[in-house]
């Protein structure tokens, strides 16, 4: 049997469209102007942005961080004429001040976060992201075969539980029929594979309301990827130290998929952006202004000539901010 890590698919890179490119490269690029100037791909993936900075950017470095093990391998492969000044490390991104005390680096000068699955775990159907092949029901972005499956979550989680992460992870309205159908499933036999999960949802949610929104597995396969991965509490804790890691005009940039990501994105940048001075104080108190502006008005989306040539774009939504003072010890 071949090893997908030492004998990567060779049109790997090719399948890999990076949304919102030219925009991503845009808005960080004013910060690597300089020598030595370093950005941070939180989510390195098939690498794509990263290349387009390296590209546009020929004085900066990138650290590429994933937990993807594959990602690392295909990324290292494709980087590879630009070994200089790219470094992969294995990391989930809530890890950033750990990966760059051990390389060294006390300040990062752009950063960008590409969240959501990637075109490479969606195209691998053993990895059982995708709802429109039919596959075990994996989902662990790591791939390193620890921690609990999507079929895990399926068949131990207490209905009241799962009905919980669907409403909440998947933003799904027939949260509570999805459970229940899925709690009668598995008194049969175990689900494991992707076909049965999205045939029990079919017949679950209304006819009527699968004329439209999308595929009715979509947002069920969404909240079990959100809990497998533990994606939500990580970007919360990640949003913060990646603020604080950030130089004077250093940028920021996060493009999210789902409105639950959104959200986190916008509180965190808003909040930057706002003074913490008391309301009703006549003046600024020292140490509370704004520590980043935002860059972009509200969220940023994919142009329909973008989201024609690549249909995965449609849901992007992008958020930027530079760093206008750099806070010391905790924030007010």
Known sequence: MTDPR??????????????????????????????GNIAVDMTLGLGGHTLALLQACP???????DRDPQALHLATERLAPYADRFRAVPA????LPTVLAD??????????????VSSLQLDEPERGFAYRLDAPLDMRMD???SGPRAADVLNDYPVAELERILREYGEERYARRIARAIDRARAEAPLETSARLVDLIRAAVPAASQRTGGHPAKRTFQALRIEVNGELAALEAALPVAIDALSLSGRVVVV????LEDRMAKRALGAGARSSTPAGLPVELPGHE????LLTRGAEEPSPEEIAINPRAASARLRAAIRTRVTKGPRP
């Open 256 to 259: 999210s998929y789902h409105s």
């Open 103 to 116: 390389l060294g680096v006390r300040e990062v000068h752009a950063i960008l976060f590409d969240l959501g």
């Open 59 to 65: 004085n900066a470095q990138v650290i590429g961080i």
């Open 6 to 35: 030492t004998t990567p698919p060779p049109a790997a890179p090719d399948r890999h469209v990076p949304v919102l490119r030219e925009r991503v490269v845009e808005l960080l690029a004013p910060a690597l102007t300089d020598p």
């Open 92 to 95: 989930r991104y809530d890890e």
């Open 143 to 145: 791939g390193t075969g």
């Open 290 to 293: 704004p520590y980043v502006r």
